[in-house]
């Protein structure tokens, strides 16, 4: 029996030293890996190319009409549109980096309008009227002219619905929430200058 715990014992003290051979003698342990984030670069937000802020639904009714001399065609059309509030961000820029506040003033140009249109899914040709003499013409190119030019002003009025000022702030509100939390994902505070 004391054979036996002997034996047991010698294995145990082989088995320990063995242990810590194979650990000291052994392969070197990979040292511990560090990284250091630099902090925003320029090149992470030109990669997105455009920031779309804003979109913005435009519905109303528009009147048109083609008069001539002895009558004259009218068509109501109920238009429905949107259009998108875009900033360039290829052309953002760096203005001041100060990486001990983790801090930066990003330049940017004012948004811009992107692919103002007229919905003609949802758009409608409400009425189309005619007046005079045009009553007794025997073609519909009065009315076919008039819708034409009833889309046309539609799409108009769409375009023009993006020109106002109060759209753009919001936008660039929007952009510069959005930007702020991009970059405070990684501990930095960024401000925003527009270009005039």
Known sequence: MLKLGVLVLLIVVFGVTGFLLGRLLGPP?????????TGPTIEQLQMLSALVTLK???ADVMETSIRG???GVRAMLVVKGDFLLSVDLSAAKFQ???PAGKSAVLVLPQPRVLSPRL???RSRVFAVTTEGLWLIVPSNRGETAVVNRALADGQQFVMAAAAEPSLAEKSRRHAEQVIGTF???TGWTV???WTA
Do not use: K, M
Request: net charge negative; glycine share 8%.
């Open 29 to 37: 342990r990979e040292p511990a890996r560090t990284s250091v984030h």
């Open 56 to 58: 913005v639904d435009v």
């Open 69 to 71: 001399y002895v009558g």
């Open 96 to 98: 001041e980096l100060d």
């Open 119 to 121: 919905d003609h899914n």
């Open 183 to 185: 970059f405070g994902a």
């Open 191 to 193: 401000s925003i200058r």
